[in-house]
């Protein structure tokens, strides 16, 4: 199981919640500092105990939709 921990960055429908996480990451070659970022689309039955900018911990679990693959671990 893999557990993730993870910033809603939007709540879109009535059970899904979008999660991002940042990074920060040194060019190979310029070794300047740049920051990248991953987002998911997190299933969740009730979206309204959840607020924006709030961190969370995700687990991925069977495909719910085309895009959400991963659930919020109470």
Known sequence: M???????VSISDAKTVIVENHRRVA????LKSFVKSKR???H??????YSVWEKVSIVACAPKSKTK??????
């Open 40 to 42: 998911f689309a997190v």
């Open 44 to 49: 969740s039955e009730d979206t309204s105990k």
């Open 27 to 30: 060019h190979e070659k310029y």
């Open 2 to 8: 893999i557990v993730i921990n993870w910033e809603i």
């Open 69 to 74: 693959k991963w659930i919020i671990k109470d």
